[in-house]
């Protein structure tokens, strides 16, 4: 049998694969429900985007379908035949103002390519597409069918997801280019829960107006903003030295009887809160020094004593570790407060095998409960862990593509995020953030090496082909 040198057809490819990269990557697909319709049902950027790689695979001569502007998917062999399935997204988190560059407008620096998607997912995504590109191409006999599946949701709600298992089977094997390197053979449960505040009557030498900080349940904070009335001469000074203790920056301004207060945390990807600093929770912890009205000494009482600094849930009655997997983890990401309306915090709960949603929603209202703090669980979500094994022969087949064409030893890891992978029965996460390389997922100045973009299609063009001939 003739050896592909995959390598050489990648690179053959590279021109074609970066020019179609930039194109996907030039639309702003964040989810955009204030212009969701009927047509759009998560907003017109994310279908924008899914369709453009539709089109490109209709260009390729791949078989396409898309299943209203939600979610859709390009197939490739025998229709009848088993199928195997590559899950990626076109959705992206949104972005804030903290970017150099522009993050619709790629461009690659120092051997880097910047643009919001770039590693998490459009970039991995595409390094895929080209992989099955190529396969077609060389004519390569095949034994299964190839269903590569797009969706346009799975940063926040996974309705892409959902919709496509009503109308169409999931394959039973394969994998998402929606991780990291060498792979993910573990995923834990995620979950969203609402801590839902009280307004109290009460009085207090300040009144917290409002209070806002996050972008995403999924994502650590990185700015917080606050508006108070009362506060006194001495709170710029305060929050001056505040920021300066904790490595943050921000500042206050002053609005007639009114401070406002802006602090900047480090956003990153929830699955690892301790990696950031999250603003909302230090902002509510420099609060917390101060005598505030009844409902706002509650609110930032409980956000400074039991989420601020508290990853794991230790203080929520909720901290679990296992062996492989890992812990729990509960960062808050999402906050609302209004002084006259909604008092809502949003934890974004990751856990292992070993607990569960009811276990997790009993203690945390257990917890709470004195400060009259209701606890709702999202529905939906990831309510189970996801593992498999890795005698698997999909995961023994993926680590040895990869040892093949790194010369660096696989090894079986579990994360905290949540990928398409764990749809499949017999399913992973697999690359392409290589090892000893920066995450910038979820961040600001998000980029993925242009050599690790052409190393993934390598290995994903190899991977795929073993798995599907």
């Not at 319709?37 to 379908?65: C, H, I, Q």
């Not at 601020?308 to 062996?323: D, M, N, R, T, Y």
């Not at 276990?359 to 979500?381: H, R, Y």
């Not at 593992?387 to 079986?412: A, I, M, N, Q, R």
Request: one cysteine or more.
């Amino acid at each position: 049998m003739v050896e592909i040198d995959w390598a050489k057809e990648v690179e053959a490819r590279k021109d074609d694969l970066f020019k179609d990269l930039f194109e996907v990557l030039s639309i702003n697909s964040v989810k955009d429900m204030a212009h969701a319709t009927e047509e759009f049902p998560v907003g017109p950027g994310a279908a924008k985007a899914m369709l453009k790689f539709l089109s490109l695979a209709e260009r390729d001569g791949f078989r396409t379908k898309n299943l209203d502007n939600l979610v859709g998917y390009l197939e490739y062999g025998d229709a009848d035949a088993e199928a195997f399935g590559l899950l990626g997204h076109m959705d992206v988190v949104p972005v804030d103002d903290k970017w150099h560059t522009d993050p619709f407008i790629p461009v690659i620096k120092d051997g880097k390519l910047y643009a919001r998607g770039a590693s998490d997912d459009k970039g991995p995504s595409m390094a895929a597409y080209y992989a099955v590109k190529i396969i077609k191409e060389l004519g390569l006999p095949i034994s299964k069918k190839i269903r590569f599946i797009v969706g346009t949701d799975e940063e926040s709600g996974w309705s892409c997801m959902n919709h496509y298992l009503e109308l169409e089977e999931m394959p039973k094997i394969g994998f998402s280019p929606d991780a990291e390197f060498p792979i993910i053979n573990g995923e834990k449960a995620i979950i969203g829960v609402h801590t839902l505040f009280p307004t109290l009557k009460g009085v207090g030498d300040l009144k917290l107006e409002s209070f806002k900080s996050g972008l995403a349940l999924n994502m650590v904070p990185p700015t917080a903003d606050a508006i108070l009335t009362g506060a006194p001469a001495s709170i710029e000074a305060d929050f001056t030295s505040f920021l300066s203790k904790n490595g943050l920056t921000g500042q206050v301004t002053f609005d007639g009887d009114k401070a406002k207060l802006h602090l900047v945390g480090v956003g990153v990807h929830a699955m690892d809160p301790t990696l950031g600093k999250n603003s909302g929770t230090f902002l509510a912890s420099f609060l917390n020094n101060y005598n505030f009205d009844a409902s706002a000494a509650n609110f930032l009482k409980v956000v400074s004593e039991y989420y601020h600094l508290v990853h794991h849930g230790e203080k929520l009655g909720v901290a679990f570790e296992h062996p492989v997997m890992g812990n729990v983890t509960t960062p808050a990401n999402l906050f609302s407060y209004s002084a006259e309306g909604e008092k809502k915090v949003t934890l974004n709960v990751r856990f292992p095998a070993g607990t569960d949603v009811e276990t997790i929603e009993k203690q945390m209202s257990k917890v709470l409960n004195p400060f009259d703090v209701k606890v709702e669980v999202e529905p939906g979500g990831n309510r189970e862990p996801h593992y498999l094994s890795g005698e698997d022969p999909l995961v023994k087949t993926l680590l040895d593509v990869y040892e093949k064409h790194t010369g660096l030893k696989g090894f079986e890891e579990s994360i905290g995020g949540g990928t398409y992978g764990r749809l499949l029965e017999h399913g992973v996460a697999f690359g392409a953030l290589f090892q000893g390389r920066e995450s910038t997922m979820h961040q600001p100045d998000e980029y993925m090496f242009v050599e690790d973009i052409i190393k993934a299609a390598i290995i994903y063009a190899d991977a795929i082909y073993r798995l599907v001939k």
